[in-house]
């Protein structure tokens, strides 16, 4: 089987945009809070559409592969996008292969950093402080099964109750 | 955290400068109503026109606001209010209080009078005044969006007014964030008079906490205890809930409060806007409750018209003026916060209107050829607009209850819903009379928000029906305990979540600024924020007579339901009052001992205006 990498999924449906989970991110990698120094941020499109976005751990990375000076590389087993902070120059290709908006230009150090899955924790913080549940860190395809589960429950309550 | 930087902005000189506060200032007044009211009691001199350049509209933050402090990211706001000529003190959640924040201010001071329209842009360190003419008559969120879309920026922030503010119905509103608004007493008309349209912020810098860990493992607990029965009410069906609750009781506003329940409150019941209407229940910035029910028509008369929808706004709208349809209703609402025009002062006024015309006082003509009968929809809608832009009777009714009653005369003024000119809340005070104190000693007016006292009501722990005494004291505490949640900004609807309010919340306080505060600190800084209040309305010219309630609640009995029979006998309200004013240490006339003030620390406010 092709392996899939595991990375933080948003239930839009469960989300209500309090934006917790980017003050958990700013406070446990910059000690401050901060969602403009967030690696997962809250986008709402008024007044009902609101999702939490982060990196998708995409197999073949193409912010990996669109860096000039070869600073980000993918972890084979986690997935996730390690950055050499000394080799990063802060040039933006990668943000511009971004598909997802995933990557922080951090506007001091003007190097960029991208969600680890909160890697010295231990477990992803934004996730811990998501009380709404709808952040979760799984593989797609986990996801897309509890997400069938979900709706064959909601049709079988439909089909009993007739509602 | 504090920053130590009060904002001023004269928008008569197009200046700004910078006021330093110490901690031991920011200790006294700690933020939200507390610290707004203390900034306008320096910052606007005794009786200044409300809608002159004197007037000042002064922003005070959270503490909390910025951090993971669950609900603490909200701002006060409070200037002397056009509606009822004393001091108008509002609140409201979301991201305009972050930005605040992050651009590096505890609070605005906004005064003056622009040349013309303008939009002010604080962006960190840098204010610019802009042209807004392409924005004047843009309703409140077009006016939000057009301003993001002008920066090029998501997270600009702003606080706008609509046609109503720019055409100063009294009763008009500040709306940020789509829908959250500084609602009562009309400042959307005092930033109109100033000709400012916006107020936007984008503020870029880190919020830094004293204590993070313990900060963090406090909230995490908090807003876990968030998730349980205790906000149940508020996350499944919002405050909507109360529509059934209230109809039960008998203090259902019915018909300009003619009745206490009303035969067609199911269709206009939280349970049933739940099943036919509500899209989604989401949440202000920095919330994990979500009590914000967005109700959506989508066909009909009024399809398109979506908001979020509160109690407080579907009472105004839905049965006290006989409305069981809750398409109307919604899109009422909708209108409202499109036109930035308080969605209670709205209802209570065009519902005092429809019982001018039920009684014959006013007319069909008056009316420009419609009959606004009990439950005509679309004439309670039409009226909504004829408010916002002043047309016809509009005009007459954009002044509130207190003034068109006067004018109108006829009686009409035992029936016009207000106290200090502020229309009434979605409980009738004959049913709740620990409420019917609180709103009558209410320094903004009768106010649920301000005044917690109808909850010994609703709890039964007193005989709702009937006043007495030892009310006196329930309603000052009552007072204080919605006091501490209005300075330190949290969020009333997560009353229910801490073991002991009183010690969590001076510790959570502590985590963020790095101030010692004390329980006792806590309620003394409640108590100062409500003499604060006092003390500006007493410079302001106020009497015992001020405190008073409506001839309604006062004279007739109501007249079925589970309130049946009852109504405020005056020598009880007499009494309660005159037992609150000693609860609170003032005199017998209800003015503040210099003792009392200087004891709190105002001894400056002793001096001036000191019994």
């Known amino acids: 089987m092709e392996k899939q990498f ?70 084979p087993e986690k997935g996730i996008i390690l950055v050499d902070q000394e080799m990063c120059d802060g040039c933006g290709w990668c943000i511009e292969a ?50 069938r589960k979900d709706a064959v429950s909601r049709l079988l309550q439909e089909l009993v109750t007739g509602k | 955290m504090y920053w130590g930087k009060i904002l001023h902005i004269d928008v008569s000189k197009r200046k700004t400068h910078i006021q330093r506060v110490n901690e031991a200032w920011l200790k006294t007044y700690v933020g939200g109503v507390a610290m707004a009211a203390r900034l306008a009691y320096d910052n606007i001199p005794k009786g200044a026109d409300p809608l002159g350049p004197d007037n000042a509209l002064c922003f005070a933050n959270s503490a909390f606001a910025g951090t993971i402090v669950p609900v603490g990211t909200k701002y006060g706001v409070a200037a002397k209010s056009p509606l009822t000529g004393f001091l108008g003190d509002c609140l409201a959640g979301s991201y305009f209080s972050a930005s605040m924040k992050r651009a590096g201010y505890d609070g605005i001071v906004l005064k003056g009078k622009a040349d013309k329209p303008l939009w002010i842009f604080v962006d960190d360190d840098n204010v610019y005044f802009n042209d807004a003419s392409d924005l004047w008559g843009k309703g409140t969120f077009e006016t939000e969006e057009a301003i993001r879309a002008k920066v090029g920026d998501e997270r600009v922030r702003s606080c706008t007014i609509g046609p109503a503010g720019e055409r100063l119905v009294r009763f008009a509103n500040l709306t940020n964030d789509r829908g959250r608004q500084a609602g009562r007493t009309g400042l959307g008309a005092v930033m109109g008079s100033k000709l400012i349209k916006a107020l936007a912020i984008r503020g870029t810098r880190s919020v830094k906490v004293a204590d993070p860990v313990n900060l963090m493992a406090a909230c995490n607990k908090l807003s876990e205890v968030a998730q349980s029965t205790k906000t149940e009410k508020y996350r499944i069906l919002g405050t909507p809930s109360n529509v059934l609750n209230m109809n039960r009781l008998g203090v259902l506003p019915t018909r300009n409060y003619q009745n206490g329940e009303f035969e067609g409150a199911e269709k206009v019941s939280g349970e049933y806007m739940k099943a036919h209407y509500t899209e989604k229940a989401v949440a202000c910035y920095g919330c994990p409750i979500g009590c914000e029910q967005i109700a959506h028509v989508k066909q009909g008369p009024f399809a398109g018209a979506r908001t979020s929808i509160d109690y407080e706004s579907l009472f105004a709208f839905g049965p006290n003026c006989g409305i069981d349809d809750i398409e109307a209703v919604i899109a009422a609402i909708d209108r409202c916060d499109s036109y930035g025009m308080d969605t209670m002062s709205s209802g209570v006024t065009i519902s005092w209107a429809m019982e001018c015309f039920q009684r014959g006082i006013l007319t069909k003509e008056d009316f420009g050829g419609v009959e606004p009968t009990w439950g005509n929809s679309q004439a309670v809608v039409d009226l909504v607009k004829k408010i916002a832009y002043r047309e016809g009777i509009g005009d007459l009714l954009a002044e509130g209850t207190k003034r068109a009653a006067a004018k109108v005369g006829k009686g009409s003024e035992h029936f016009a819903m207000n106290v200090k000119g502020l229309e009434a809340a979605g409980y009738d005070a004959r049913g709740f009379q620990t409420f019917a104190l609180g709103c009558a000693v209410g320094t903004r007016g009768p106010c649920h928000n301000r005044s917690l006292a109808y909850e010994a009501d609703a709890k039964g722990t007193v005989d709702r029906l009937t006043g007495g005494p030892e009310r006196g004291a329930i309603a000052a505490e009552a007072e204080n305990f919605a006091g501490v949640l209005d300075i330190m900004m949290l969020c009333k609807f997560i009353r229910n979540c801490f073991t002991d309010l009183w010690s969590e919340v001076p510790a959570l306080y502590t985590y963020v600024t790095g101030i010692a505060f004390t329980k006792e600190d806590v309620k003394a800084v409640a108590e100062r924020s409500w003499n604060l209040k006092k003390a500006f309305n007493i410079r302001e010219g106020w009497t015992k007579a001020d405190d008073w309630l409506p001839g309604r609640w006062l004279k007739d009995p109501m007249p079925s339901g589970g309130s049946k029979g009852a109504y405020v006998k005056e020598d009880q309200l007499r009494t309660m009052i005159d037992a609150y004013y000693e609860a609170r240490g003032w005199t017998k006339e209800g003015l503040i001992p210099k003792e009392k003030l200087n004891a709190l620390g105002l001894d400056d406010i002793a001096k001036e205006i000191g019994a």
């Open chain 1, 6 to 75: 595991p990375r933080i999924i948003c239930d839009p449906d469960k989300c209500v945009c309090c934006g917790d989970c980017e003050m958990a991110c700013s406070m446990t990698k910059h000690q401050v809070f901060n969602p403009s120094l967030a690696r997962i941020r809250t986008m709402r499109i008024e007044p009902i559409v609101m999702l939490a976005v982060g990196c998708k751990a995409c197999a073949d990375a193409p912010c990996v592969l669109a860096c000039p000076r070869n600073a980000l590389t993918q972890d």
């Open chain 1, 98 to 147: 971004c598909d997802f908006g995933a990557i922080l230009l951090n506007p001091a150090t003007k190097r960029v950093e991208i969600c680890d899955h909160c890697a010295d924790e231990e477990e992803p913080q934004c996730v811990k402080f998501c009380k709404k549940e709808a952040l979760t860190l799984a593989v797609p395809e986990t996801a897309s099964q509890q997400v």
